[in-house]
């Protein structure tokens, strides 16, 4: 109900701030349609992390939940990984894997031995299973998924050796908390477990054959 409630008041929103702005452009059937359907994209994106920064800020965890946020994202965008069904569970998900994630910071610590473990591990893991399409987002081009393995494996060494030289133990674990957060949205098994389509790009395929 939530949920609803809140792409209702989406739409609504989005629907006003096109027809301000398509008073400027003239733009009409499908490129108006697609204008909305970015800008409601848009808010309620910004919505929910206006929900997970104040979550985070009534415990007083609002640097470290963004910092693990960016370094999230930062990794995704080649990697890609499942998004939750409807907007209410991503917020929830979000919620525990950053906020969550920023109060264990305080409790976890790791040795550059253990970076260099997981990091291994990690990179192994990017260079082997990224990016991970959704059912709705399949990555249909074959250069395009070799384009973002490569790149999501670059980035993941990249923020290896920078955690490894930044002397600053809280950095290092919300940089390896954050990174374990990504790949596990992006393995076969996660997919499994919560019964959502692997490969999809695979079925597009088959229909060729």
């Known amino acids: 109900m939530r949920n609803k409630i809140q792409i209702s008041l989406m739409e609504r929103l989005a629907q006003g701030i096109v027809t301000n702005i398509n ?3 003239h733009k009409e059937g499908l490129e108006l349609q697609q204008m909305k359907f970015g800008i409601e994209i848009l808010l309620i994106n910004i919505s ?3 929900i997970i920064f104040i979550v985070a800020a009534l415990f007083h965890l609002l640097k470290r939940t963004i910092f693990m946020l960016l370094i999230f994202t930062i990794i995704r965008r080649n990697a890609f990984g499942l998004h939750a069904k409807n907007s209410f569970i991503c917020t ?7 906020v969550f994630g920023a109060y264990l ?3 976890l610590e790791f040795s550059n031995y253990m970076v260099f473990i997981l990091f291994t591990i990690i990179n192994i ?3 082997k299973y990224a990016p991970a399409d959704t059912e709705n987002h399949p990555l249909l081009s074959f250069n395009l998924r070799k384009k973002l393995k490569k790149e999501a494996v670059i980035t993941g060494l990249i923020l290896m050796i920078v955690t490894l030289l930044i002397p ?4 290092k674990t919300l940089v390896i908390l954050s990174a374990i957060s990504a790949v596990t949205l992006i393995l076969p098994i996660t997919y499994n477990l919560l019964k959502r389509s ?3 790009y695979e079925n597009y395929e088959k229909e060729f054959i």
């Not at 929830?92 to 950053?98: E, G, P, R, Y």
């Open 92 to 98: 929830l998900v979000s919620i525990s894997l950053f």
């Open 23 to 25: 008073s400027y452009l």
């Open 105 to 107: 910071s305080y409790y």
């Open 198 to 200: 692997y490969r999809n």
């Open 125 to 127: 893991l990017l260079y």
């Open 168 to 171: 600053n133990n809280v950095v």
């Open 48 to 50: 929910k992390l206006i």
